[in-house]
């Protein structure tokens, strides 16, 4: 199920240039969830191909994971005005693409807070829960999550970089064939 080219379930539709849909790998056991697209990928219609883009490939590269082994996807597939947050209506607008995006898959990979805070409610910080193995309810079925930061965070922080190089350290060696 994807939205259709002319969707406008929420108000993001209104500045888009591209509603921005999975890549990588369609039918990966492993699904990569992020915030909402940014400029970049806007305009070209894929998620992380700007800055956090380069970030999570060069992290993935180094830890021996090529991005095509996996699904990328975000909680909106429409860009926010400015990159701001999006809001609970407009991920609850684009939850049911993403509930059929993670269904029957092996792993979830929230990445940063927004994506953890649509999928688990949580509002805590992400430094309790990074890469600590849970599960979340995909279409009546649990499913293994693992919430890690989000690449921008790893711009500036050492520590966020190495916790998200765990992370594909647990992916590479836990659920990745």
């Known amino acids: 199920m994807r939205p259709e080219p002319d969707c406008r379930l929420c108000r993001l539709c209104e500045n888009r240039t591209n509603i921005v849909l999975p890549s990588g790998n369609l039918s990966s056991q492993v699904v990569f969830v992020g ?34 082994a996996v699904m990328i996807t975000n909680t909106v597939k429409c860009r926010p005005p400015n990159n701001r947050d999006p809001t609970k209506e407009e991920m609850g607008a684009c939850r049911p693409f993403l509930d059929r995006e993670m269904s029957g898959r092996k792993v979830i990979v929230g990445l940063g807070k927004s994506a953890c805070r649509d999928l688990l409610g949580y509002e805590g910080k992400m430094a309790d829960i990074v890469n600590t193995e849970m599960s979340i309810n995909v279409l009546g079925k649990d499913v293994l999550f693992i919430p890690t930061y989000h690449p921008a965070a790893c711009i500036y922080s050492r520590e966020s970089r190495d916790a998200l190089r765990t992370t594909m350290r647990i992916l590479r060696d836990g659920y990745l064939e």
């Open 35 to 68: 915030e909402a697209p940014g400029e970049n990928e806007d305009l070209s219609g894929k998620p992380f191909v700007g800055k956090s883009g380069k970030i999570l490939n060069a992290i993935m590269e180094e830890e021996g994971i090529d991005r095509s």
